[in-house]
């Protein structure tokens, strides 16, 4: 079993930026498949970046060039820089984490952005 811890959510004015973290137990994390989701009210869940080992990374076309994953193996963590934030990113964000064919999430962190 793997626990995710995510944190960091908040308000935000448009164009502003936060990060978010997540922390994940476990000795095999630099194997993790390590993502970020968020789901908008009355919208489904959408994949919004992901990291895998080699620091191999992938997003989602509305954040190329905005947001950044990254990660440190040493402390079990991945975060997700957000800048230039706007209202449409507004979401409860979940990190998400694989290994092989087992998947676990967080509780969630709320993102809001308004002016």
């Known amino acids: 079993q793997v626990q995710v811890v995510e944190s960091g959510g908040g308000l935000v004015q448009p164009g502003g930026s936060l990060r978010l973290s997540c922390v994940a137990s476990?000795?095999?994390?630099?194997?993790?498949?390590n993502s970020w989701y968020r789901q908008a009210p009355g919208k489904q869940r959408e994949l919004v970046a992901n990291?895998?080992?080699?620091?191999?990374?992938n997003y989602a076309d509305s954040v190329k060039g905005r947001f950044t994953i990254s990660r440190d193996t040493a402390k079990n963590t991945v975060y997700l820089q957000m800048n230039n934030l706007k209202p449409e990113d507004t979401a409860v964000y979940y990190c998400?984490?694989?290994?092989?064919?087992?998947?676990?999430w967080g509780q969630g962190t709320q993102v809001t952005v308004s002016s």
């Open positions: 998400n984490v694989r290994l092989g064919s087992q998947m676990y």
């Open positions: 476990g000795s095999l994390f630099r194997l993790y498949v």
């Open positions: 990291i895998r080992d080699g620091d191999f990374t």
